[in-house]
């Protein structure tokens, strides 16, 4: 596709009760500005990704706020695909620099949720699902639960195994100084924790977090020796509810926007050396390896329990090496951008204590709520 | 605040669903609720294989521990769905309790 990454910024994860919104946008931003060495002149347009800025701030517009605040005058979009909306803003601007529109362009996504209670971030959150599923007080962590127990049902998946994925996540989480949660989790509390929605637990679920990240994406011919590109950018979308689904154990958008993915750019999962999936919820992170065709249908959780994907113990792929959602955060328009951000800098050799050694194809998944949306991109360095 | 408008459009939907029987899919019980739902938790939410082919999404009424099970016969009935403020119309809704 000859798109590729001119520089990144992320902000820390988490709850920054003195950041707004603006000041979020400026830190990562700017930072994407000096890691890129382009000129500010020299960025045409703006995507901007959030979800939840009209509920929790009664803030739309975002694309002229945030060409204000930055002082980058150009054309500015909003994205919006729920939890997804990070990954389909790369995958517009994509499109945009493939149009031949623009030719150096400004991904930012960004949330606020902190400032608010718990039950109020999960009625917004609820946004992203059906009237159905609203009506009957269902909640995400209630849906990917739905999920859980028919994986469990099917496969024999244990409450243990989901909770190694925790473990896992927190584990990369503590070596990534980025990350909201620096501290390893142990399988004993994510057991002891108190159930959220039978059979998930609170240490299962992806927190409540603050952040902003963002990437600079350019039209490059004829792309140069150590750069990274994006070789692959597919969505894929589903029914809104679980309810009309004909599986409840995998997502049909994931399947498809995987496969198309590797269609478009020739290689084979087998070929991908790290990955940074959506793991909203643990069950999300099973469900991802195994919807994107990492490994087969119910022999992910047994891995999983033995140590595979992870950076000291795995033998293969390592899958979120930030410490994915659960781990590094999860502010909601930002993540789909951060997951860029952490296979550009693995590519690069830039992550100290949780780099993946002679990492060379990455890849990224991103999904708005039950699998209503999916959003693979696969990342290449050229040496 | 509940549109009193789509609480009206939403009657003619209901009254085709009452008397539905069906079957759980799969289920959980939700501890932490959304806004609106608080007095009502913990209860538990259910996908459900309703007689005529459809599925459905619904919360469950009226249960104990045995009923929570894959298979499980549950029947449509009509309820309160949410909490409303005192000036606000009181919207009914669409559950399920089990048939034993």
Redesign the interface.
């Known amino acids: 596709m000859n798109i590729t990454i001119a520089g990144c910024g992320q902000t820390k994860f988490g709850e920054l009760w003195e950041s707004s919104p603006r000041s979020l946008a400026r830190q990562a931003v700017f930072t994407a500005i000096a890691d890129s060495g382009v000129n500010k002149k020299s960025i045409q347009a703006i995507f901007v990704s959030n979800m939840l800025s009209e509920m929790l701030g009664m803030q739309s517009h975002l694309g002229a706020l945030f060409a204000e605040e930055l002082g980058i005058s150009v054309p500015a979009y909003t994205i919006e695909g729920a939890c997804a909306s990070g990954g389909l803003a790369v995958h517009s601007a994509i499109n945009s620099l493939l149009s031949q529109r623009y030719d150096t362009v400004l991904v930012l996504g960004v949330e606020k949720m902190t400032d608010h209670s718990?039950?109020?971030i999960?009625?917004a959150l609820?946004g992203a699902g059906?009237n159905?599923?609203?009506?009957?007080?269902?909640?995400f962590?209630?849906l990917y639960?739905?999920?859980a127990?028919?994986h469990m049902?099917k496969y024999g998946t244990t409450e243990s195994q989901l909770a190694s994925v925790s473990v896992k996540n927190h584990f990369h989480a503590s070596l990534n100084p980025l990350a909201q949660f620096s501290h390893p989790l142990t399988l004993d509390q994510v057991m002891r924790s108190?159930?959220?929605?039978?059979?998930?637990k609170l240490l299962d679920c992806s927190p409540i977090s603050d952040g902003a990240a963002a990437i600079i994406l350019q039209r490059s011919p004829t792309p140069k020796k150590n750069t990274v590109e994006i070789i692959a950018s597919e969505i894929a979308t589903d029914t809104l509810?679980?309810?009309?689904r004909n599986s409840?154990t995998e997502l049909q958008s994931t399947r498809k926007a995987a496969k198309n993915a590797f269609t478009s750019c020739g290689i084979a999962p087998s070929d991908i050396d790290i990955a940074e999936v959506h793991d909203c919820f643990s069950i999300a992170e099973i469900l991802a390896i195994e919807d994107i065709a990492f490994d087969k249908k119910g022999e992910v959780a047994k891995k999983m329990e033995q140590g595979e994907y992870r950076l000291d113990t795995g033998q293969g792929l390592v899958v979120n090496s930030s410490g994915g959602l659960k781990g590094c955060g999860h502010p909601i328009g930002a993540t789909g951008v951060k997951q860029i951000i952490e296979i550009y800098n693995q590519l690069h050799g830039q992550c100290k204590d949780r780099q993946v050694k002679n990492a060379r194809l990455g890849l990224t998944h991103n999904v708005g709520g039950t699998g209503a949306t999916a959003v693979i991109h696969i990342l290449k360095k050229h040496d | 605040m509940i549109s009193p408008i789509k609480v009206w459009r939403n009657q003619k939907k209901y009254a085709q669903q009452i008397g539905k029987v069906g079957t759980i899919i799969s289920w959980t019980i939700i501890n932490i609720s959304p806004e609106g739902f608080i007095d009502q938790s913990p209860y538990p939410i259910a996908l459900i294989k309703l007689s005529d082919g459809t599925n459905t999404l619904a919360q469950i009424v009226d249960w104990e521990e045995k009923h929570l099970r894959k298979n499980q016969p549950v029947i449509a009935t009509i309820r309160r769905t949410q909490e409303v403020a005192p000036d606000e119309v009181i919207a009914y809704g669409i559950k399920f309790k089990p048939l034993d």
């Open positions: 718990s039950e109020y999960s009625s609820m059906s159905e599923e609203r009506l009957a007080g269902a909640t962590p209630g639960a739905l999920l127990r028919a049902e108190s159930y959220v929605a039978t059979p998930l509810g679980l309810a009309n409840l």
